[in-house]
């Protein structure tokens, strides 16, 4: 029997396991007959229990309803691939998944209506009820968990966890959503990795009727394999590489050490300013205070890093954090130094004060008048010394 003849019976009998007492015994009798013969065995007419030609295999009602070229679909539940005609290499379990399936090939649909909206996109994976749920044409997405990715139009997104990405809409591609709703408020991104709940509540319409699903916020975070983590923790940074770690500071992961000296005074020409970022960056617009990327490039190109174009994109203010401690070591020991100057000039000063002071006394007893004496003889003058 070939695929289309295949097609016909699975159409004209919906109910083909299911046979009537009458006609069951003579089934079991040419059955038997059949058995006798080697050509008949490899070819069993009605197939074995929920095998078809072609690879395929159906079990539940209306399961590979309009099945007709379609070969390696498996399609387990009520409706499952109803509509596959020419699909091939798609598996459904469940409920209605897969159910508007007519071309698309090499999908996997578990869970109620999971994937049931898709027609013609390819090598998707979708495990929990309703997930991929609207997805038409969507390709090489992957969502785990109910409700995961359920508007999504777009292509290559990952979601991991109830109601991942379900704000995503459109055409959005290439996101990856792990326990994370998507954007808010609704709407489309591409390239954009999500990780974690912030405070929300997801509104669903549709099937089931009306959800209303608080999600509450993540509060912590901790994540191993960090890159050279010390014991007592260090702030983590990105490479460029996008890896994350922290930067060693040990010699033994440096060369071509050599002082700072002047190379610090860059730093001096730095102008720190206020500012807002735009409100596509930081909707609550918050004050700021810090550097401007292009404007530090002029003093220093070392001191920013860039963006794949090769545009100044932010400040390496860990840098600046160094030259700001070499030049205050530099302004510390020209203290030091001004320090030691002071001390002997007032130590100087001491001296000559005391100087002055016994010069002064001599002074005085030069410069004093005599003083008269009266005696039996008549007054005398005393010399200034004797006084």
Same mark, same amino acid.
């Given at each position: 029997?070939?695929?289309?003849?295949?097609?016909?019976?699975?159409?004209? &009998?919906?109910?083909?396991?299911? /046979?009537?007492? %009458?006609?069951?015994?003579?089934?079991?009798?040419?059955?038997?007959?059949? *058995?006798?013969?080697?050509?008949?065995?490899?070819?069993?007419?009605?197939?074995?229990?929920?095998?078809?030609?072609?690879?395929?295999?159906?079990?539940?009602?209306?399961?590979?309803?309009?099945?007709?070229?379609?070969?390696?679909?498996?399609?387990?539940? +009520?409706?499952?691939?109803?509509?596959?005609?020419?699909?091939?290499?798609?598996?459904?379990?469940?409920?209605?998944?897969?159910?508007?399936?007519?071309?698309?090939?090499?999908?996997?649909?578990?869970?109620?209506?999971? $994937?049931?909206?898709? @027609?013609?996109?390819?090598?998707?994976?979708?495990?929990?009820?309703?997930?991929?749920?609207?997805?038409?044409?969507? &390709?090489?997405?992957?969502?785990?968990?109910?409700?995961?990715?359920?508007?999504?139009?777009?292509?290559?997104?990952?979601?991991?966890?109830?109601?991942?990405?379900?704000?995503?809409?459109?055409?959005?591609? &290439?996101?990856?959503?792990?326990?994370?709703?998507?954007?808010?408020?609704?709407?489309?991104?591409?390239?954009?990795?999500?990780?974690?709940? #912030?405070?929300?509540?997801?509104? @669903?319409?549709?099937?089931?009727? +009306?959800?209303?699903?608080?999600?509450?916020?993540?509060?912590?975070?901790?994540? *191993?394999? %960090?890159?050279?983590?010390?014991?007592?923790?260090?702030?983590?940074?990105?490479?460029?590489?996008?890896?994350?770690?922290? *930067?060693?500071?040990?010699?033994?992961?440096?060369?071509?050490?050599?002082?700072?000296?002047?190379?610090?005074?860059?730093?001096?020409?730095?102008?720190?300013?206020?500012?807002?970022?735009?409100?596509?960056?930081?909707?609550?617009?918050?004050?700021?205070?810090?550097?401007?990327?292009?404007?530090?490039?002029?003093?220093?190109?070392? $001191?920013?890093?860039?963006?794949?174009?090769?545009?100044?994109?932010?400040?390496?203010?860990?840098?600046?954090?160094?030259?700001?401690?070499?030049? +205050?070591?530099?302004?510390?020991?020209?203290?030091?130094?001004?320090?030691?100057?002071?001390?002997?000039?007032?130590?100087?000063?001491?001296?000559?004060?005391?100087? /002055?002071?016994?010069?002064?006394?001599?002074?005085?007893?030069?410069?004093?008048?005599?003083?008269?004496?009266?005696?039996?003889?008549?007054?005398? #003058?005393?010399?200034? @010394?004797?006084?």
């Amino acid at each position: 029997m070939d695929l289309n003849g295949t097609a016909k019976l699975m159409k004209g &009998n919906k109910h083909m396991k299911t /046979i009537t007492n %009458i006609i069951y015994p003579l089934y079991l009798v040419a059955l038997a007959c059949f *058995a006798l013969s080697a050509t008949t065995q490899a070819q069993l007419s009605p197939p074995p229990d929920g095998g078809y030609p072609g690879g395929n295999t159906a079990e539940g009602r209306d399961a590979l309803f309009s099945l007709t070229t379609g070969v390696d679909n498996t399609a387990l539940g +009520f409706q499952a691939l109803y509509n596959g005609t020419t699909a091939s290499g798609n598996t459904a379990v469940g409920s209605q998944a897969l159910l508007s399936n007519t071309a698309s090939t090499r999908n996997v649909a578990v869970g109620a209506a999971a $994937l049931d909206s898709l @027609t013609s996109g390819e090598m998707n994976t979708a495990v929990g009820n309703v997930s991929l749920e609207q997805g038409v044409s969507v &390709n090489f997405n992957t969502a785990l968990g109910r409700h995961a990715l359920g508007r999504t139009q777009g292509d290559q997104n990952t979601g991991l966890g109830f109601f991942a990405g379900w704000n995503l809409s459109d055409d959005g591609t &290439n996101n990856i959503y792990i326990g994370n709703a998507g954007p808010v408020p609704i709407g489309t991104e591409s390239n954009t990795i999500r990780i974690g709940t #912030q405070t929300a509540t997801i509104v @669903t319409v549709g099937n089931p009727p +009306f959800e209303s699903h608080p999600m509450p916020a993540h509060t912590a975070t901790f994540i *191993a394999g %960090i890159s050279g983590t010390a014991i007592n923790g260090r702030p983590v940074m990105i490479n460029a590489n996008g890896r994350l770690g922290t *930067a060693p500071s040990s010699a033994r992961f440096k060369e071509e050490i050599k002082p700072m000296d002047k190379a610090s005074e860059a730093i001096l020409a730095l102008k720190p300013v206020m500012f807002r970022y735009k409100k596509e960056v930081d909707a609550e617009r918050t004050p700021q205070f810090g550097l401007v990327a292009e404007q530090v490039e002029k003093v220093n190109p070392d $001191l920013v890093t860039r963006d794949p174009d090769g545009k100044a994109f932010t400040v390496r203010y860990e840098a600046v954090n160094a030259m700001l401690l070499n030049e +205050f070591l530099k302004e510390h020991r020209q203290v030091q130094e001004q320090q030691k100057e002071i001390d002997v000039l007032r130590a100087e000063l001491r001296e000559q004060r005391a100087l /002055i002071r016994k010069v002064s006394a001599r002074v005085e007893l030069q410069t004093a008048p005599a003083q008269t004496v009266a005696n039996s003889k008549g007054p005398s #003058q005393l010399s200034p @010394t004797l006084r």
